[in-house]
């Protein structure tokens, strides 16, 4: 019995040695992701009526990421082959409406009318014409008498005529500095002058008066006041005091003139 029970003792030493000693397998875990990306394309036809503006075809197209987490559990001797989720198929174009769309209508151009807007008036001062009349010593006489028809009366009328100095001098040509008159005129063209301050009064601006320098006469427009003029001197503009002399004469002394 002692060896029998010897034996067994060592039998079971041994056997429990390698129980102990066999290594214990554990199931291995493998994660798998598996990523499916279906596309989903909608179309959109809407029924166009006359009269109607064709709105713009709308095409939708879906993205639906699909992931999908799998765990599979690996026993030592067999590995099991991870299975993919087969994509569904994605659903084909369909009409919401089976009616036949009607053609869109054609855009037709139209011509706007602008009615322009009028320019504005423009006032314009305009010098009565002035008529040069070149006299004789022995006829101006005459053209005295009929500068005598209007019936003017007082200073400087036909019957007191006023005699003085001439000069010239650049009228006022900008409306936001007019002459004291309210006037702007072309000096250039336009035949006008200022009488002396002295002798004017607001009731005379706008009136003709008739200008005699030896023989020479002339009919201009009171526009302005001459502060720097003594008596019966005058002030006239460029044109004017061309037409009876030379700028470089400067100053034209006994001249005759009255408000017609």
Same mark, same amino acid.
């Given at each position: 019995?002692? /060896?029998?029970?010897?034996?067994?003792?060592?039998?079971?030493?041994?056997?429990?040695?390698?129980?102990?000693?066999?290594?214990?397998? !554990?199931?291995?875990?493998?994660?798998?992701?598996?990523?499916?990306?279906?596309?989903?394309?909608?179309?959109?036809?809407?029924?166009?009526? /006359?009269?109607?503006?064709?709105?713009?075809?709308?095409?939708?197209?879906?993205?639906?990421?699909?992931?999908?987490?799998?765990?599979?559990?690996?026993?030592?001797?067999?590995?099991?082959?991870?299975?993919?989720?087969?994509?569904?198929?994605?659903?084909?174009?369909?009409?919401?409406?089976?009616?036949?769309?009607?053609?869109?209508?054609?855009?037709?151009?139209?011509?706007?009318?602008?009615?322009?807007?009028?320019?504005?008036?423009?006032?314009?001062?305009?010098?009565?014409?002035?008529?040069?009349?070149?006299?004789?010593?022995?006829?101006?006489?005459?053209?005295?008498?009929?500068?005598?028809?209007?019936?003017?009366?007082?200073?400087?009328?036909?019957?007191? !005529?006023?005699?003085?100095?001439?000069?010239?001098?650049?009228?006022?040509?900008?409306?936001?500095?007019?002459?004291?008159?309210?006037?702007?005129?072309?000096?250039?063209?336009?035949?006008?002058?200022?009488?002396?301050?002295?002798?004017?009064?607001?009731?005379?601006?706008? !009136?003709?008066?008739?200008?005699?320098?030896?023989?020479?006469?002339?009919?201009?427009?009171?526009?302005?006041?001459?502060?720097?003029?003594?008596?019966?001197?005058?002030?006239?503009?460029?044109?004017?005091?061309?037409?009876?002399?030379?700028?470089?004469?400067?100053?034209?002394?006994?001249?005759?003139?009255?408000?017609?």
């Amino acid at each position: 019995m002692a /060896p029998i029970s010897k034996t067994l003792a060592l039998a079971g030493a041994l056997f429990a040695i390698s129980g102990v000693a066999a290594p214990v397998e !554990k199931r291995a875990v493998v994660w798998e992701t598996v990523t499916d990306i279906v596309w989903t394309t909608v179309d959109v036809t809407t029924t166009i009526y /006359p009269n109607q503006a064709a709105p713009t075809s709308t095409e939708t197209h879906t993205i639906v990421p699909v992931s999908t987490t799998a765990a599979a559990a690996v026993v030592p001797t067999t590995t099991a082959a991870p299975q993919e989720e087969e994509a569904q198929p994605a659903p084909t174009s369909s009409s919401s409406s089976s009616s036949t769309p009607a053609p869109a209508p054609q855009p037709t151009e139209r011509a706007t009318e602008v009615e322009a807007a009028p320019a504005p008036a423009v006032e314009t001062t305009t010098a009565p014409a002035q008529t040069q009349n070149t006299q004789s010593s022995s006829s101006s006489g005459s053209s005295s008498s009929s500068g005598s028809s209007s019936g003017y009366t007082g200073a400087c009328s036909f019957s007191s !005529k006023c005699t003085g100095e001439m000069t010239y001098y650049d009228t006022a040509t900008s409306a936001s500095a007019p002459s004291s008159c309210g006037m702007t005129n072309d000096g250039e063209t336009e035949f006008v002058i200022a009488m002396p301050v002295g002798l004017m009064s607001n009731s005379d601006c706008g !009136k003709e008066v008739t200008i005699n320098y030896k023989g020479t006469s002339a009919q201009a427009k009171i526009v302005d006041k001459c502060m720097g003029c003594q008596g019966g001197s005058i002030d006239l503009s460029r044109a004017l005091f061309s037409h009876f002399a030379s700028f470089s004469e400067g100053r034209l002394y006994d001249a005759e003139w009255w408000i017609n």
